[in-house]
């Protein structure tokens, strides 16, 4: 397969058709047609599989509200809103804008009808009725609290400028500013389409649903709550957790209405979002870089987490928005300060020249017991900066917190974010009381009310599959877990020559790698004695990561030079430490050695079981495989090849825009087998979902694209044979990005035409989604849901002819949440069992753990790949060399 003339042998070619022969005309998509034709799915529900119907039967309750209708109205009117101030710029903030709507509809209330609205903040705006015409224009003077100069809050202007008799006159004159309004007619929404779709809102009807999320959105900003999306926060003290570092995690509400096969429901979840700890923005700044003291403070570093944070000022009392920091101390900073009633013979204003410092200690009388060597706070613009001493300013509630969490805060939130499944059903319970939705004004309106029982929900439990370990031996799962006691890998790889790495972890190193050697030669792996252990000159310790790395080398390269060590044992002090990702570079790209960390922090017998599984599946082992792929039963897999792709796009943290997405892909080899994997990576511009080079064609005639990697993998590892089935396994996407999936189809498909022109493998698609608020729950029950749990009606979206929620593990803490998977294109055929089926045992084949994941394994790779490669990215620069040849065909993401 390496080249069009190499592939396998390909059928004859057809013969001519014979003029007296009309050929069959084929159903649209199966196989003939334009690409765009072939892929489109089918949405309709009546033309897809039925239910499945294999597994135990169980009674389960959701998260999902019935939504009753009684009388009202029976549309509702959509119109655009623009916002400006009066020199003509738009108004942007979401807080402001609602509050110029909720005035402007108090001052008109009687000429617009004396009725409710609902508005996102933005530009839409819904009423139950029509206002009196298709486009109205107000004028709204609101009292913002705020002033354009800079007088207002005493604040001084690195232009000068500023007079003493100004600040006693601001304290008169309040914040009004003169906003324009326009409304303009959009549509009218037809509301009664609900009543009319017993099996959901229909396509070309969401637009209900946007209306009906708004005015849930609404309704919480009304009450002053922190809103993300349809998720929302209040501002009370038992919802914060104290994350450190001066970080809070915030317990909340996801609130939105959902279009399922059963008619419309409200889905209410509990969220969790981080924000900034309020008070003193000098304490928040010390406890975020862990110091003692504000003279300590790295200001390089706090200059990107203050923008554009909000303070409240102590000598005024107003909020202001962060723009920046001074450059010079406090005590330094000077401005022009205009002396009162001070007029020479010109009747030019005389001023005067004082620092900061001086100006609020002599001239506004305010103590300041620090401030005079640390920097100001700049809430101006660039050009007329406002300076104020950062002991006056204090954090607002409320801010989100947009910069990634270290180790240690995620796991605090981790655990404090533990809820059992009654602990969640009593929140829920308390919410749907507390916020009594059937009193809104809008909902009344459409005479909306909502159920505050859970909706019951059928679902069957899943019997787990038969894995096959060392020995030929079966063994049957319990609770989606099992253990290797008195049992070999089934594929156990050696170790004859590695060396051991000690970054300067400070702990015993030799008990924990001659533990592990013990582990694995009870599990079948023979390791003989490391041939060095490298230890980490103490003096290195506190240099770069990078640097400390290079080092590192150099004493391994000298030691052996002529032929290098086949697996490294890195000891690092932590998790993820800077050491990480130049060390992944240099062992997976330049060097080509698999290898394994370790975080020392974490060592006992669990975590070092967990280890000795990923070394031997990155040494080319199998700790253990389906039953099934032994004795090729897996329905419509195994006995025609078939390659299993796992897909996803890893971000790095908002704060790093700098930084490419990482798009991975992981492929299956060695079929009949799917539980070994090779994986392919690219890096592609920030924060695009859409992975680009899965086809990437070059002028000379060659492809350097994913998929062309991943099928000569394939085609090189399963005896010379093309795959004629192609499953592709997408995570990462909403329902809205959806279309974006089918453009990443049809790259694969140029991709495998490219091979070979007649080569037309066929395709399903399954997407993955985690990202929703669904739950289920036992009736009567503490317990989680059993592993196994899938549920296929009445909860499941109604538009997409197979999709279903699927719990494959046992949940060991908190509450279970299912995976959402629909099968977007399915020319391969399966039923509903045969895909749920097939979802349930690829759940099984992680090589890094011994129990069921919540996820497909192929997902589970792919997100580990791209997450691996984009820690070499913070680390190493935008750029990502290629794999080592040595590495590209092994599981280095295991």
Request: hydrophobic fraction near 35%; aromatic fraction near 8%.
């Amino acid at each position: 397969m390496a080249s069009k003339g190499t592939l396998s042998n390909l059928p004859p070619p057809p013969q001519e058709i014979p003029p007296n022969v009309v050929p069959i005309q084929v159903e649209p998509g199966k196989g003939c047609g334009s690409l765009s034709e072939r892929l489109r799915p089918n949405f309709n529900q009546m033309n897809g599989p039925r239910p499945g119907v294999k597994g135990k039967k169980i009674h389960l309750l959701t998260n999902h509200f019935r939504v009753c209708f009684q009388g009202g109205t029976s549309h509702l009117h959509s119109y655009s809103v623009n916002v400006h101030y009066e020199n003509g710029d738009p108004v942007t903030r979401r807080n402001l804008i609602r509050k110029v709507i909720q005035k402007l509809w108090e001052i008109y209330s009687l000429e617009l009808g004396e009725q409710a609205f609902a508005t996102d903040g933005q530009q839409s705006l819904f009423t139950a009725c029509p206002l009196p015409k298709k486009k109205l224009e107000f004028t709204v003077v609101l009292d913002v609290a705020t002033s354009k100069s800079s007088k207002t809050d005493g604040s001084l202007s690195g232009n000068g400028d500023f007079s003493e008799g100004d600040q006693k006159r601001q304290k008169i004159i309040s914040g009004f500013k003169t906003f324009k309004v326009q409304i303009t007619f959009v549509s009218v929404i037809p509301f009664q389409s609900m009543l009319d779709a017993p099996n959901g809102v229909k396509s070309g009807n969401n637009e209900v649903l946007r209306a009906l999320d708004t005015i849930l959105q609404h309704s919480n900003a009304k009450r002053n709550c922190l809103l993300l999306r349809q998720s929302y926060f209040s501002n009370e003290i038992r919802n914060f957790m104290d994350l450190t570092g001066g970080i809070l995690g915030l317990r909340g509400f996801h609130s939105s209405f959902q279009s399922v096969q059963g008619g419309l429901f409200f889905n209410l979840d509990v969220s969790t979002t981080t924000i900034i700890q309020l008070g003193p923005l000098v304490n928040f700044l010390m406890a975020n870089q862990n110091v003692d003291n504000p003279f300590k403070i790295d200001w390089t570093k706090a200059t990107g987490i203050l923008k554009n944070l909000r303070i409240k000022l102590a000598h005024s009392n107003r909020e202001h928005k962060i723009t920046g920091l001074s450059d010079r101390l406090c005590k330094e900073l000077k401005f022009l300060l205009r002396l009162k009633g001070s007029h020479d013979q010109n009747d030019n204003v005389q001023t005067v020249e004082v620092t900061v410092y001086d100006y609020f200690i002599r001239r506004r009388g305010i103590e300041l017991s620090y401030s005079s060597n640390l920097p100001c706070i700049n809430v101006g613009s660039q050009h007329r900066p406002q300076f104020i001493p950062i002991e006056l300013c204090s954090l607002v509630s409320l801010q989100r917190y947009k910069e990634e969490l270290s180790i240690h805060q995620r796991s605090l939130l981790l655990k404090k974010l533990r809820q059992k499944p009654m602990e969640i059903i009593n929140d829920l319970n308390e919410e749907l009381k507390t916020n009594n939705y059937d009193t809104d004004p809008m909902l009344r309106a459409c005479g909306i009310s909502i159920n505050k029982s859970f909706t019951q929900v059928g679902g069957r439990i899943l019997s787990p599959p038969l894995l096959r370990v060392g020995n030929k031996v079966d063994l049957v799962p319990k609770r989606s877990r099992w253990n290797f006691n008195d049992k070999k890998f089934a594929e156990p790889k050696g170790i004859e020559f590695w060396v051991v790495v000690n970054f300067s972890t400070g702990f015993d190193i030799r008990s924990s790698y001659t533990e592990l050697a013990k582990l694995g030669a009870m599990e079948g792996m023979h390791i003989r004695p490391p041939a060095f252990v490298f230890e980490e000159n103490p003096k290195h310790k506190k240099k770069p990561g990078s640097v400390r790395v290079d080092l590192m080398f150099e004493q391994i390269i000298s030691k052996f030079r002529k032929d290098p060590p086949r697996f490294i044992l890195c000891f690092l002090p932590t998790k993820f430490s800077c050491l990480y990702g130049p060390w992944k570079k240099k062992c997976l790209m330049d060097f080509g050695i698999r290898n394994q960390c370790i975080a020392m922090n974490r060592v006992d017998e669990a975590y070092l079981a967990n280890v000795i599984l990923k070394m031997n599946a990155r040494l080319g082992g199998i700790n253990f495989m389906l039953s099934a792929e032994v004795s090729q039963t897996i329905p419509l897999v195994s006995k025609v090849p078939t390659l299993i792709l796992g897909m996803d796009v890893r971000h790095a943290a908002s704060a790093r825009s700098d930084l490419p997405s990482v798009a991975a892909v992981v492929g299956s080899r060695q079929w009949p087998m799917i539980s070994c994997y090779a994986a392919s990576i690219r890096v592609q511009p920030p924060k695009t979902e859409t992975i680009h080079s899965l086809f990437k064609p070059l002028s000379e005639g060659e492809d350097t694209g994913i998929i062309r990697e991943l099928l000569m993998d394939f085609y090189a590892s399963s005896g010379k044979r093309k795959p004629a089935q192609i499953i592709i396994f997408r995570q990462g996407l909403c329902e809205s990005q959806f279309k974006q999936i089918i453009n990443e189809v049809e790259e694969i498909i140029k991709a495998c035409k490219f091979l070979d022109e007649t080569w037309s493998p066929k395709f399903t698609l399954i997407i993955a989604q985690r990202r929703h608020h669904t739950k289920l729950f036992q009736p009567d029950s503490s317990e989680n849901i059993p592993p196994g749990t899938v549920v296929d009606t009445k909860i499941c979206h109604p538009l997409y002819n197979n999709n279903f929620y699927m719990c494959a593990n046992a949940a060991r803490v908190g509450t279970s949440r299912p995976s959402h998977y629909f099968v977007l294109l399915d020319e391969i055929g399966f039923s509903s069992d045969d895909a749920q089926e097939l979802v349930h045992c690829l759940c099984y084949v992680s090589q890094r753990c011994t129990s069921a994941i919540y996820e497909v394994a192929p997902i589970r790779y792919a997100r580990l790949a791209a997450a691996q490669m984009l820690e070499i990215v913070k680390s190493e620069g935008p750029q990502l060399p290629k794999l080592h040849k040595n590495i590209r065909d092994t599981m280095f993401f295991c």
